[in-house]
């Protein structure tokens, strides 16, 4: 089963016991509506039922912005950019005849960067990680999976704020 078909199956599970989700799990199920599928404050108050000034509150006490920037900027983006970069660059050092010690500056500043972007871990692939070993854990140890979720995400935030 693919991660995505997986994530649509929980939601759907969570749509159909709506009434019988704790606080805490509401809050879960917000944060995934509203740093991964992009919805609005107004959106997400509506589909978790609860008020928007909640939504607001966990938005601010969980750095979901930060969240859903460091998703945005993904690992595979920057380095297929600072790629594209990188052979522009290069393409141009094999036209000139005449390279400046900035040129090739421009170049192994290029190759550095993609170097460390291959080596770090990045914010997104924390919570993607994250998310399928909590979501493993719930069908072995519910209780346990809402201790290490809630733990997760101190971690995740405290990361974000780095």
Same mark, same amino acid.
């Given at each position: 089963?693919?991660?995505?078909?997986?994530?649509?199956?929980?939601?759907?599970?969570?749509?159909?016991?709506?009434?019988?989700?704790?606080?805490?799990?509401?809050?879960?199920?917000?944060?995934? =509506?509203?740093?991964?599928?992009?919805? %609005?404050?107004? #959106? *997400?108050?509506? $589909?978790?039922?609860?008020?928007? !000034?909640?939504?607001?509150?966990?938005?601010?006490?969980?750095?979901?912005?930060?969240?859903?920037?460091?998703?945005?900027?993904?690992?595979?983006?920057?380095?297929?950019?600072?790629?594209?970069?990188?052979?522009?660059?290069?393409?141009? =050092?094999?036209?000139?005849?005449?390279? %400046?010690?900035? #040129? *090739?500056?421009? $170049?192994?500043?290029?190759?550095? !960067?993609?170097?460390?972007?291959?080596?770090?871990?990045?914010?997104?692939?924390?919570?993607?990680?994250?998310?399928?070993?909590?979501?493993?854990?719930?069908?072995?140890?519910?209780?346990?999976?809402?201790?290490?979720?809630?733990?997760?995400?101190?971690?995740?935030?405290?990361?974000?704020?780095?």
């Amino acid at each position: 089963m693919s991660f995505k078909f997986a994530r649509l199956k929980i939601a759907l599970h969570l749509c159909a016991m709506k009434e019988e989700l704790s606080k805490e799990e509401r809050r879960e199920w917000a944060r995934l =509506l509203y740093t991964r599928h992009d919805k %609005t404050i107004q #959106d *997400v108050a509506g $589909i978790v039922s609860v008020p928007e !000034a909640a939504v607001r509150l966990w938005v601010h006490e969980g750095a979901w912005n930060g969240v859903k920037r460091s998703l945005l900027i993904s690992k595979k983006t920057q380095l297929a950019q600072l790629y594209d970069l990188l052979e522009k660059a290069t393409a141009k =050092l094999k036209d000139e005849e005449n390279i %400046t010690p900035k #040129d *090739v500056d421009v $170049i192994t500043k290029y190759t550095t !960067a993609i170097k460390n972007l291959e080596a770090e871990t990045t914010v997104s692939e924390m919570i993607d990680v994250g998310e399928l070993f909590t979501h493993w854990l719930m069908r072995k140890d519910p209780d346990l999976g809402k201790i290490v979720t809630k733990e997760l995400n101190e971690f995740i935030a405290e990361r974000i704020e780095e």
